[in-house]
């Protein structure tokens, strides 16, 4: 069995705004070049995807309607965090804002998971 890590990883909770990788957040888009994992739900663009560098992980967590979900997106990043790896939970718009992180939130403390929300810029005018 392997030994637990010394720190345990890091878990973003990031907004990818509107669908235009030009409205990410500075912060959002230097998180996305040095993260380990990408958690991220159907309402990310593909040209927001296509900014993650190849190498690093993505793992697509949407959740359908009528379809039962194959991957629970706070297991996983729970289960990743624990391992010491770097994740980025990747939602549409604002990463609380109808986006249930505020549950994902109470499970990532729960567990002892430290995380950081980054907001994303909204749609609203």
Request: net charge negative; aromatic share 4%.
């Amino acid at each position: 069995m392997p030994a637990e890590p010394a720190t345990p990883g890091m878990v973003y909770i990031v907004g990818a705004g509107p669908g235009d990788p030009g409205l990410l957040t500075v912060k959002a888009a230097m998180l996305l070049e040095s993260t380990d994992l990408v958690c991220y739900d159907r309402l990310v663009s593909e040209q927001v995807l296509e900014l993650i560098p190849e190498g690093i992980e993505k793992i697509y967590v949407g959740k359908e309607v009528g379809c039962g979900r194959e991957i629970d997106p706070v297991e996983l990043m729970i289960r990743a965090a624990t391992e010491g790896r770097t994740v980025i939970r990747l939602k549409g718009g604002d990463p609380v804002l109808f986006g249930r992180g505020a549950e994902e939130m109470i499970a990532l403390a729960e567990s002892g998971i430290d995380y950081e929300i980054v907001p994303g810029v909204s749609a609203l005018c």
